[in-house]
């Protein structure tokens, strides 16, 4: 593998933050994605809370 093919390639999994196409500085911020997560969460288990108990009533 040349060079040239090798930076033209996406660098992913390279131990290096150098060999990377984002710098750690340029890292995009993902805010919120544990409260989103948890509420799709709590959305899940209400369901099945709601289904188990419409199901134990019959």
Sequence with gaps: MTD???SD???TGSPSPRDTE???EEE???TGAL???MVM???IAGAWVVMFLTL???
């Design 4 to 6: 040239e093919t090798r």
């Design 9 to 11: 390639a996406p660098a």
């Design 22 to 24: 984002i710098a750690p």
């Design 28 to 30: 995009p911020v993902v």
């Design 35 to 37: 409260f989103l997560s």
């Design 41 to 43: 969460l709590m959305l």
């Design 56 to 58: 134990l009533d019959r």
